[in-house]
């Protein structure tokens, strides 16, 4: 089992060392289905009940988990040996060759981060720095929940999407904006975001909270902040510095800086700003 929807050195490992694997299926963005094929390389499951499907099915028919093992073996051999990959990378560093970069053709997100050009490094820590939390939180627990808002943009709810393990819900319908769906789509991450209403920020649980900096201004957000009662918030600049007034403003509504965690807000105190009954609306996107 892979430890966070990564694909790690185990799964060499035991090619390399002649085993038939047996691994959880990863998202897209692992690479995995980049390098090797299901049922000809190894055996892919979802959940317990599969997992223990596939160890009978092998231990039933052992020949079909030699074939696997041995297309594997020679695969790795042909491919994967550390000597190979060595020298790809440093014909990478030194100009040599584009074959690791070509490689990527199979995540669409590069392919638009090439598109939209460099990120200011204070905006790209931003990003990274909630990506980083989710990815902690999905490592040591199930059930990690993460709520965008409508302003967030859909490049920065793709940030997430390799982590399998991850609840992503998106305060946007295909409906009201379907250009905002087609951008997931372009990103391969339409079908790994469910959409849901602004409400639900407040109704369920979440581990996290995203809100786009520029919703800041909107009467909308400022209820929203004051009605939910627990777990962290996060600003999305979108592509842009997030300017102080918006972390102050959160410091007036009660949610203050965490100390474990740069850049997110706890709530830490009863909001000074007066509470509203119910949550408007939010403007179509």
């Known amino acids: 089992m892979h430890l966070n929807g990564d694909m790690n050195a185990r799964v060499f490992e035991v090619m390399s060392s002649g085993g038939c694997l047996i691994t959880d299926r990863q998202q897209p963005q692992s690479g995995m289905g980049a390098l090797f094929t299901e049922g000809e390389h190894f055996i892919g499951y979802d959940g317990d009940h599969?997992?223990?499907?596939?160890?009978?099915?092998?231990?039933?028919?052992?020949?079909?988990?030699?074939?696997?093992?041995?297309n594997a073996v020679n695969l790795f051999v042909e491919r994967h040996e550390p000597e190979i990959r060595i020298q790809?990378?440093?014909?990478?560093?030194?100009?040599?060759?584009n074959s690791l970069t070509r490689n990527l053709g199979y995540e669409p997100r590069v392919a638009a981060a090439r598109d939209a050009g460099p990120?200011?490094?204070?905006?790209?820590?931003?990003?990274?720095?909630?990506?980083?939390?989710l990815q902690e939180q999905v490592r040591v627990r199930s059930g990690v929940r993460v709520f965008y808002s409508a302003g967030v943009e859909p490049l920065t709810v793709a940030d997430s999407a390799d982590?399998?393990?991850?609840?992503?819900?998106?305060?946007?319908?295909?409906?009201?904006?379907?250009?905002?769906?087609?951008t997931l789509g372009t990103l391969g991450v339409s079908g790994q975001v469910v959409p849901a209403r602004l409400e639900a920020a407040v109704d369920e649980k979440w581990d996290l909270i995203v809100i786009g900096s520029d919703e800041f201004v909107e009467p909308y957000v400022i209820n929203l902040l004051n009605l939910i009662a627990s777990g962290r918030i996060?600003?999305?600049g979108n592509g842009k510095p997030i300017p102080p007034s918006r972390r102050l403003l959160l410091g007036q509504l009660g949610w203050l800086p965490d100390p474990e965690w740069p850049s997110l807000h706890v709530r830490a105190s009863e909001p000074t700003v007066p509470e509203v009954d119910a949550i408007a609306p939010a403007p179509a996107q």
């Open 88 to 97: 790809q990378f440093w014909d990478h560093i030194c100009g040599r060759s």
């Open 119 to 133: 990120v200011p490094l204070d905006v790209l820590i931003e990003r990274m720095r909630v990506y980083e939390f």
């Open 163 to 182: 982590l399998s393990r991850l609840h992503r819900a998106y305060a946007c319908s295909p409906d009201v904006a379907p250009e905002t769906w087609e």
């Open 50 to 70: 599969e997992l223990v499907d596939a160890i009978e099915t092998v231990l039933s028919r052992p020949l079909e988990a030699v074939d696997i093992a041995r």
């Open 234 to 236: 996060a600003i999305a």
